[in-house]
């Protein structure tokens, strides 16, 4: 028997009509310098419409890709809803990735318009040759430079919007659509390509909204502090927008002043970014303490990796302020967990209390995870018995964009995440080791095993091991050992590195050694290398 219910799309166009129409008042906040871009959703939609036919007018038509190498602006912000209503998939590009991945994932994607920060010009102008797909750059601040060649139009987008209609009628679409893309870190090998759907965007953002998650509200003010060019800024453009909740953007390259200068003008009552601005945020506020005021502020969502309980216990301590994290991925649109207090523990101490926001919390609705040990056995929620840790959910990837990797990263339909992990009997997952030796610095993966095979092509290194050390700015940092044939510099082999990676993959410390440990089949032993070493 079927149901006799509306069989109406899940469609991003949804979530604008609701914040225009219920919430038109509300504003964004974008810093623009030392000043505020400040409108309302009204504008918002006003602004998406605007653009559409602006891309339209380019040539942009259903399942076109759109790339973006842009901050936390209200210009990227706008082409978040412009371009996917229209039925175009919006491509955020991670301005993190060396030159060599972003041209990879560019192309990969298919862009064939690029809405870009004027300091990623320069960028765009190495890249020349490589991007075949590319017919136009539209500059989203200041002018379209004389100077630049790119082989293709550059266009600025205040011309172009000034120009266009602010009527556009967004068609509907299949719910299963492409709405956006994002690439991985590419930990191994070249990026990976995930494809999220109008569905699944719309979904991830209702969980967020959700009473045990980060639980979005109209009556709160959330700063974005996570990049727009990656994963979607955690699904919260989505879900403040659903929300009608105040949307707060620092802008343009900001640092830990500036991050307090946005705080203190424009109030946020929550911020949502990595641990390592957290911890920014707090040295700028020790080395000059009185001059900020955050008393706005009573929540933090710090993610990409777990932040460590002294910092939670800082911020609660010094300015009252809870910290809270999650945990999830790219491949699920982030989030996947969410760490907060049930019922039954509200009533802890002050230490269990921590000890349960330290995990990396309880799976979102609609979210199912199960461990499994190395024989492919379910590993029983005991606390205790580490497993790999495989999640199925709605806005979960069934597989890579255009890549064969997809068929090792799944299971009879779930997704196996290669992180290995404990779950409680109540459902609380910690994370406890990282498969294939990943090192997470800053929110971002790197691979050991990548910097190990380029520092061997080195002609004076002989061998070569990298292992993950704590780190007091961005929670870890690689640390690399070598045995040498002849005298070679840090520096000399910094450069080595740089040819290929990008910066922040670039170890901090080169540690010469005469021997590396191995273990009893032959691999290096990293366990000894961080015991004895790190």
């Known amino acids: 028997m079927q149901s006799l219910m509306m069989d109406v799309p899940l469609q991003i166009k949804t979530l604008l009509w609701r914040a225009e129409r219920l919430y038109g008042h509300k504003e964004i906040i974008a810093r623009t310098g030392d000043a505020f871009d400040a409108f309302t959703f009204t504008e918002l939609g006003r602004r998406a419409r605007k653009l559409s ?13 759109v790339g973006t190498l842009a901050w936390n602006t209200a210009e990227h912000l706008v082409a978040y809803y412009a371009v996917p209503c229209m039925g175009a998939v919006l491509h955020t590009v991670n301005t993190r990735l060396s030159d060599d991945q972003i041209a990879y994932t560019i192309a990969h ?3 064939t318009v690029l809405l870009v920060s004027s300091d990623q010009l320069p960028l765009l102008a190495r890249l020349t040759g490589r991007l075949a797909d590319v017919r136009t750059v539209v500059v989203l601040d ?14 600025a987008y205040t011309d172009l919007m000034a120009e266009a209609s602010d009527e556009y009628d967004y068609p509907d679409l299949d719910e299963n659509t492409a709405a956006s893309m994002c690439y991985s870190s590419g930990t191994t090998g070249d990026p990976k390509g995930v494809v999220y759907s109008h569905r699944s965007t719309v979904l ?13 509200s109209e009556k709160e003010r959330y700063l974005l502090v996570t990049p727009l060019s990656h994963v979607n800024s955690w699904g919260m453009p989505f879900a ?11 802008g343009d390259h900001p640092v830990g002043a500036d991050y307090l200068k946005v705080i203190e003008d424009a109030a946020p009552t929550v911020l949502v970014g990595a641990v390592t601005v957290g911890m920014l945020i707090r040295r700028a506020l020790e080395e000059h303490p009185g001059d900020y005021d955050v008393s706005s502020l009573h929540t933090m969502w710090l993610g ?4 460590p309980v002294v ?12 910290i809270t994290q999650a945990w999830g991925m790219t491949e699920a649109s982030p989030v996947l967990t969410f760490s907060g207090l049930t019922s039954t523990n509200q009533d802890l101490d002050e230490d269990a209390r921590f000890e349960i926001f330290s995990t990396q919390g309880q799976p979102l609705p609609l979210v199912e995870i199960k461990l499994v040990r190395e024989d492919e056995s379910e590993a029983p929620w005991d606390g205790k018995t580490p497993g790999e840790v495989l999640v199925r959910a709605p806005w979960v990837i069934s597989e890579y964009y255009n890549d064969p990797r997809s068929a090792g990263s799944f299971s009879d339909g779930w997704f196996r995440t290669g992180d290995i992990a404990t779950m409680t009997q109540d459902g609380y997952l910690t994370i406890v080791d990282r498969a294939k030796d990943l090192i997470k610095s800053g929110g971002e993966w790197i691979s050991s ?22 780190d007091p700015k961005w929670i870890e940092r690689p640390v690399a050992f070598v045995v040498l044939s002849d005298t070679v510099s840090p520096d000399e082999l910094k450069l080595f590195l740089k040819k290929r990676f990008p910066s922040f993959w670039v170890p901090d410390r080169f540690e010469v050694i005469t021997e590396l440990p191995k273990t009893s089949v032959g691999k290096f032993d990293k366990k000894r290398l961080r015991n004895e070493y790190v």
């Open 53 to 65: 036919n602006v891309l339209a007018g380019l040539g942009v038509t259903f399942g076109d890709r």
């Open 109 to 111: 994607a298919g862009d």
């Open 142 to 155: 200041g002018e379209a430079p004389a100077d630049v060649e790119l082989g293709v139009p550059v266009l």
């Open 204 to 216: 991830h953002a209702l969980g967020l909204c959700t009473t045990g998650t980060i639980g979005v």
């Open 240 to 250: 403040c927008v659903l929300q009608g909740a105040t949307i707060i953007l620092p």
């Open 304 to 307: 990409g990796q777990a932040p």
């Open 311 to 322: 910092e939670m216990k800082w911020w609660k301590q010094a300015h009252g302020i809870h």
């Open 449 to 470: 095993v990548e910097l190990e095979n380029a520092l061997i092509a080195h002609p004076k290194v002989i061998e070569a091991s990298v292992v993950g050390a704590p």
